[in-house]
């Protein structure tokens, strides 16, 4: 280093420490008043608020269906049914022809549920076939009913509390230098919900279970190269309902294994052995469990028919504009999937902060805070959208690259007549206040106060899922309900004036 070089340095540090220590600007990257000619501040506008019902809710190949019967205080008495078409997608060497002297001992409904709304009591769940296969060209959604064929089991009950052993280490074998070590084993709990629809003999305290039907479907089986024309031809699908006397839970399922209806059967061996065998039949999202990369498209098709019978205190909601505001609800509104439950807010005060002269929005946020203690029946949804609407509770929509799409408040920095980037909050557990949504909407006033949105809504309803649009396709299907704490909502603007 020269002299010229060392001598500067700590001129340099300190002019840099200097510079640093004159910045006044604060997390919004704006001035603080009095330190410029732009002052920053901050508006908490309350909305007014009330719930609604939008609909239909989408439930075709969805990444769950839902199956069972629930009374709560209220959405009243919500009722869900899986519909399915059936694919035969066992390999040939499972068929029951491929064996000698095959002998049928059991058919199972197989199913791997995720999530319990309501209690763990034991379910019961009534079997139909289809009186004809989903068609594809038919548009089925949550308020769509199929019509049902024979009656294949009923009143079929299954625990919810199954455990099952699972290996934690496998065991190792002896040495001529260390003896053998046993296997690890640990007791876990067993998400499946298993019907029996034909069981030959008695087993483990357990009836034995008649099927004219199964019987007469086994030997279709023993048949060689049995097709999927010819399982249509027997089997046209599969309906499970909630029995008449179940009201205790709806079960989330889909996410835990392909479903399946499994044919087990036994065989002779060459020495006179016996052979166990299986022939499944599988239903659902079967493409997230059998294919690597394959898509949902060639999932054969099923939905989850949801049927809701409001209670008094919303019995507006039975037609599409109804509307209970949120004080005739102790101040309370809710946004639900699966019910299409929504809450409907409308700005005030916005006139007043337009006419500010000078005004730069800089951040503007829904505020939506949750009531506390108020999930014990179903979990608070993951995200919370908000899509804008007319008078009537309709969702408006737009054109975009020549497809029709709903209109949904965008992300910020993304233009708001476009789609494919909706905003959307998480839920923030705040740890010195109540749980809240905070959905961001800076690009989205700021169009709103200039008119540049394709025209203004009505309102917006702040909704848990979307339908399909755009780009971006709400895939998922629960029964997750927010109880928003309503007289709290508000609309934060910062905002600065010249």
Request: charged share 10%; with cysteine.
């Amino acid at each position: 280093m020269n002299w010229l070089t060392s001598r500067c340095a700590p001129l340099v540090a300190f002019a840099a420490l200097a510079l640093t220590g004159c910045d006044t600007g604060t997390a919004l990257n704006v001035d603080l008043p009095d330190t410029s000619g732009i002052s920053t501040q901050y508006l908490d506008l309350p909305v007014t608020s009330g719930t609604v019902r939008l609909a239909p809710v989408q439930s075709l190949k969805k990444d769950r269906f839902l199956i069972g019967r629930l009374n709560d205080n209220v959405a009243g008495l919500t009722e869900a049914r899986a519909y399915f078409n059936l694919l035969n997608g066992a390999v040939a060497d499972s068929l029951p022809s491929k064996f000698t002297t095959p002998v049928m001992d059991s058919v199972v409904v197989v199913l791997g549920f995720d999530k319990v709304n309501g209690s763990t009591t034991p379910v019961q769940y009534d079997v139909y076939q289809l009186a004809n296969p989903l068609d594809d060209r038919q548009v089925y959604d949550a308020g769509t009913s199929t019509p049902l064929g024979a009656l294949l089991g009923q009143n079929l009950t299954s625990r919810l509390d199954r455990t099952q052993v699972q290996t934690v280490t496998a065991a190792i074998a002896a040495t001529t230098a260390n003896p053998a070590v046993p296997a690890v084993t640990t007791i876990a709990p067993d998400p499946t919900v298993r019907l029996i629809l034909q069981r030959t003999t008695a087993a483990a305290g357990q009836p034995a279970v008649s099927s004219t039907f199964f019987t007469n479907f086994f030997q279709q089986l023993q048949q060689t190269n049995f097709t999927q024309a010819q399982l249509n031809a027997l089997l046209k699908g599969l309906a499970i309902t909630p029995s008449a006397s179940h009201n205790a839970n709806i079960l989330s399922f889909g996410q835990n294994g392909v479903p399946r209806l499994v044919v087990y059967f036994h065989s002779t061996g060459a020495t006179n052995n016996v052979l166990k065998h299986f022939y499944p039949i599988y239903f659902g999202a079967v493409s997230a469990y059998l294919s690597t990369g394959a898509s949902t498209a060639s999932d054969p098709r099923y939905y989850t028919q949801i049927i809701n019978t409001l209670p008094p205190a919303l019995q507006a909601l039975a037609t599409r504009p109804g509307f209970v505001a949120s004080g005739d609800l102790n101040n309370t509104s809710y946004a639900q999937e699966g019910t299409g439950l929504g809450t409907r807010i409308a700005f005030t005060g916005l006139a007043a902060l337009a006419a500010k002269p000078g005004l730069t929005v800089n951040r503007a946020e829904l505020r939506v805070p949750v009531k506390p203690f108020s999930n014990a029946l179903f979990t608070n949804p993951t995200r919370l959208y908000a899509m804008e609407v007319n008078t009537a509770n309709e969702v408006l929509q737009r054109i975009v690259n020549y497809t029709t799409v709903d209109r949904v408040v965008q992300a910020d920095g993304t233009p708001q007549v476009s789609a494919g980037f909706p905003a959307y909050s998480l839920l923030v557990d705040g740890t010195s206040s109540q749980p809240y949504y905070s959905i961001p909407v800076t690009s989205y006033l700021q169009a709103y106060l200039t008119n540049k949105l394709d025209s203004t809504p009505d309102a917006l309803v702040l909704v848990p899922s979307l339908r399909s649009y755009g780009n971006l396709n709400s895939n998922t299907l629960t029964l997750d309900r927010a109880a928003i704490d309503a007289a709290k909502i508000t609309l934060r603007v910062y905002y600065s004036q010249r």
